[in-house]
């Protein structure tokens, strides 16, 4: 209890009083996320199979005792004899198994058990990572994009009252107006959307975090695109196959069915245990009525199985099957995890390049827009509907530049994901790219 309440404090210094930025978000995740803790007791729980399969191998000790009243008669050599007495006794029986392959198989059971349960908490707790980011992500994208629909609606507004003012100069027309209006209802509507989603964005959030922010760390203007290193996908390749837990997950999967196929066919193998007792008691039975007993014995037992109906064999069968089931999804998981490297590499770099394309066309509808409404006030070479495909053609620019920046980001952390790299440093270099407070409440 107080090393939770030291973390607990430990973490609310380390937040400020201002916005959450993603490595505060990770933190918590840790600390009180009900998705992560499941996955670190799921850990606790396979780290016991190390003991309890190495319990096979080690002594029994069993105690018992007994206390009986004993009420009757007994009739012997014609003469009747009423009995009254107790009868207690106790024993402590050991049990030290000298060959068993069944146990030794279940050992070994236990140790890839344990090894699994570290593999999936290694993918689960990566996976945790990147759901934990696309999820922030999904509330910046959300409360950007009613940004750009306020300023949206703000410019089609603007726009109708330029066409309502055109044509009471008689310069304009009714069709621009109603024009305008149908693009400022159009917005209003996408704006109604965008506020529905982050509702929703900033309620998956708490889901992982267990509390919801108000406000958050969105990106700086400054937007980077290093390259990879290694800056070739068959090292990236390597590196999955050597270190992704879910390769790992399945080879320890495998590895415990091979295991079980040992365990099946051992049960046609005798098995030898060395056996120590000892027992007191009194007046345990009527033909040793009065009497105190105390001994000990210990000896060797040996048992074989003779004959199990078949039962042995069927069940060496499965385990066989279920062996080259689990080598099957091994090789399946590993063309999965060749495939998702080869995809977020790709995307790492294919997000960089799209980055520095929709930079440069927001630019260019920067200047498309500002000439169009020259041309629309000054010149008469653009129409009002000119003007307004112009101004939503920028919108559409920013919100995909913005996307495309997340997305980017994403990508990154997937890719370490996906190789069995993912850490608090990738976290890191991510949180870099935060810096603007960003009030989500809206």
């Known amino acids: 209890m ?25 933190d918590l995740l840790q600390y009180q996320g009900p998705i992560y803790r499941a996955a670190v007791h799921e850990q606790q729980a396979g780290a016991e199979n ?35 007495y107790d009868s207690t006794g106790a024993n402590v029986r050991l049990r030290q198994p000298l060959f068993n392959k069944q146990k030794m198989a279940e050992y070994r059971q236990g140790q890839q058990r344990a090894d699994y349960s570290v ?17 922030y992500f999904d509330v910046l994208l959300a409360s950007e994009t ?35 209006v149908a693009r400022r209802d159009l917005a209003e509507a ?37 390259p990879l290193l290694p800056d070739n996908l068959q090292a990236w390749l390597a590196k999955a196959q050597a270190d992704s837990p879910l390769i790992h997950a399945r080879r320890h999967n495998y590895a415990l069915a091979e295991e079980e196929v040992k365990r099946a066919r051992a049960g046609h193998w005798p098995t030898l245990d060395l056996v120590a007792g000892y027992t007191a008691g009194k007046s345990q039975s009527i ?32 385990a066989s099957a279920n062996s080259a089931k689990a080598l099957d999804e091994l090789d399946a998981t590993r063309q999965e995890v060749i495939s998702g490297t080869t995809r977020e590499y790709r ?17 260019s509808n920067e200047r498309s827009l500002l000439s169009t409404r020259k041309g629309f006030t000054l010149g008469g070479t653009s129409t009002n509907s000119d003007v307004l495909n112009a101004q939503e053609l920028l919108f559409v620019a920013r919100h995909d530049l913005f996307e495309a ?38």
């Open 50 to 84: 190390r003991a309890i399969g190495q319990a096979g191998l080690l002594p029994q000790i069993n105690a018992s005792a007994y206390a009986n009243k004993i009420n009757g008669s007994q009739r012997q050599n014609g003469i009747d004899n009423d009995l009254d």
């Open 347 to 363: 995307g790492v770099q294919s997000g960089a390049l799209r980055v520095h394309a929709l930079e440069k066309a927001v630019a």
């Open 190 to 226: 996408e704006l109604i959307e965008a506020q529905d989603n982050l509702v929703n964005a900033r309620r998956k959030l708490a889901e992982y975090i267990g509390e919801t922010p108000d406000a958050l760390t969105t990106l700086q203007a400054d937007f980077a695109t290093p």
């Open 119 to 135: 593999a999936v908490f290694d993918a689960k707790s990566q996976d945790a990572a990147v759901r934990l980011a696309d999820s």
């Open 2 to 26: 107080n090393r939770h309440c030291l973390c607990l404090c430990a973490l609310a210094l380390s937040l400020p009083a201002g916005a959450m930025d993603l490595k505060q978000a990770w």
């Open 287 to 318: 033909s040793e009525l009065n009497q105190r007993n105390h001994y000990s014995s210990i000896g060797l037992e040996l048992n074989i199985a003779l004959y199990s109906g078949g039962g042995v064999s069927a069940l060496t069968r499965q």
């Open 146 to 180: 009613i940004t750009l629909a306020k300023a949206k609606l703000g410019a089609f507004e603007e726009q109708l009252a330029s066409a309502r003012r055109r044509l009471q100069l008689g310069d304009g027309t009714v069709t621009d107006i109603d024009e305008s």
């Open 405 to 442: 920046k997340l997305n980017y980001l994403m990508a990154r952390l997937r890719l370490a994901s996906t190789v069995g790299s993912l850490g608090d440093d990738d976290i890191d270099q991510i949180n870099d790219y935060l810096g603007p407070e960003l009030l989500v409440t809206n």
